[in-house]
């Protein structure tokens, strides 16, 4: 973090929200990776739906089967 006494405000925040957003990230995905493999197939549909990818969420599916050996969507 730059030192508070000679950096901007606009320093000091980018410096903050790159620490917080690392922090989040980094806890978001040892979360994930706790997760059974069918949760991750299912959370990755999610992120392409929302992504704008794959139509809508009916149009999506996880189609993976355990020990795949990678993540299936239709």
């Known amino acids: 973090m730059p030192d508070q006494d000679n ?3 606009e320093e000091i925040l980018a410096a903050t929200y790159a620490i917080t957003r690392h922090a989040v ?3 978001l995905l040892e979360q994930v ?3 059974s493999p ?6 990755v549909v999610e992120l392409l739906v929302a992504m704008g990818y794959g139509g ?3 149009d999506a599916e996880a189609v ?3 020990g795949d050996g ?4 239709s």
């Open 7 to 9: 950096s901007t405000p």
């Open 25 to 27: 990230s980094d806890g």
């Open 33 to 35: 990776r706790k997760t």
């Open 38 to 43: 069918r949760f991750f197939e299912l959370l």
């Open 56 to 58: 809508s969420r009916e």
């Open 64 to 66: 993976g089967r355990s």
């Open 70 to 73: 990678g993540i299936d969507v």
